[in-house]
């Protein structure tokens, strides 16, 4: 039988060899991977990655969507990319918001472009430049958007948006992004009709903007401006990070972001903290 001491240094013996056992089990097992939130893109062609391509479907998503950038960068687990051509604000709430739910834990919006009939705007006015008679479809597509953004009703459609949003994701942050600058902005110039284009374009562009950041303000959701982003790289630029095939412009593409453009949303959205953790 063993002697007293004996017995009592067993107890102490087995206890550190339990502890080595734990440690070595702990060293031998591999990393805990972090908690990726669980994150969805809503909104029109520009959150669908329309200009990038290749296409997935006919809503023109691409993996070259800032959404599927921030997944592949693995900063979030994307579970969708629901965004879809042509959408307006109202078509995200009644299309696209199923896929929300109480474990989703972020939501990028890029929507309100097509409230202000942005692909009239472009087709009327890019064939004003060259047959005048197209100029009064032209006017009455710009001031229809015009008219949209001075009374509020934009920022009330964004609002709206959001509140559904909210509503179907309450436990999510919520994240609303502007849209580039088509052309990088110049003087006005009289005597030069894409001067005037160009500036009425920016106008609209600011407008546009303003009113998805008043819409965050209102309902405290986080705004991207990508405006900056873009500098410099308009379709009017030698660098253009926006399309424009003037062989071929009734393309989908037309005005939309490249890969490249798409790159620089990312960007702007990793920059504000969008993709890491709160």
């Not at 959408?87 to 834990?105: A, I, Y």
């Not at 006015?125 to 479809?137: M, N, R, T």
């Amino acid at each position: 039988m063993a002697s007293p001491a004996v017995q009592r240094r067993r107890p102490a013996f087995a206890a550190a060899l339990a502890a080595l056992a734990i440690t070595a089990g702990m060293a031998a097992a591999p990393a805990q991977a972090v908690d990726k939130e669980k994150y969805i893109a809503l909104g029109d062609s520009y959150a669908a990655g329309q200009g990038a391509g290749p296409y997935l479907d006919s809503c023109y998503r691409s993996d070259n969507a800032y959404s599927e950038l921030a997944d592949v960068d693995k900063t979030v687990q994307l579970v969708v990319n629901a965004a879809c051509s042509g959408k307006t604000t109202w078509d995200v709430v009644n299309t696209q918001l199923r896929q929300l739910n109480k474990s989703t834990e972020l939501v990028t919006i890029t929507a309100g472009g097509n409230n202000l009939g942005f692909g009239q705007i472009i087709t009327s006015c890019g064939a004003a430049l060259s047959d005048p008679a197209a100029a009064p479809a032209c006017d009455a597509a710009t001031s229809a958007a015009a008219a949209m953004i001075g009374s509020g009703q934009l920022t009330r459609d964004v609002i709206s948006m959001i509140q559904s949003v909210k509503a179907a994701a309450p436990n999510a942050r919520i994240v609303v992004t502007g849209y580039p600058y088509l052309y990088d902005p110049v003087a006005p110039n009289p005597a030069d009709p894409l001067s005037l284009f160009i500036n009425q374009a920016t106008l609209l562009a600011d407008g546009l903007d303003a009113s998805i950041a008043a819409a965050a303000a209102a309902t405290g959701a986080q705004y991207v401006d990508v405006r900056a982003a873009f500098a410099g790289h308009g379709v009017n630029s030698a660098d253009p990070w926006i399309n424009l095939d003037l062989a071929n412009p009734a393309s989908p593409d037309n005005f939309h972001p490249n890969a490249a453009g798409y790159q620089a949303y990312f960007t702007a959205l990793s920059s504000s903290g969008v993709y890491s953790a709160p």
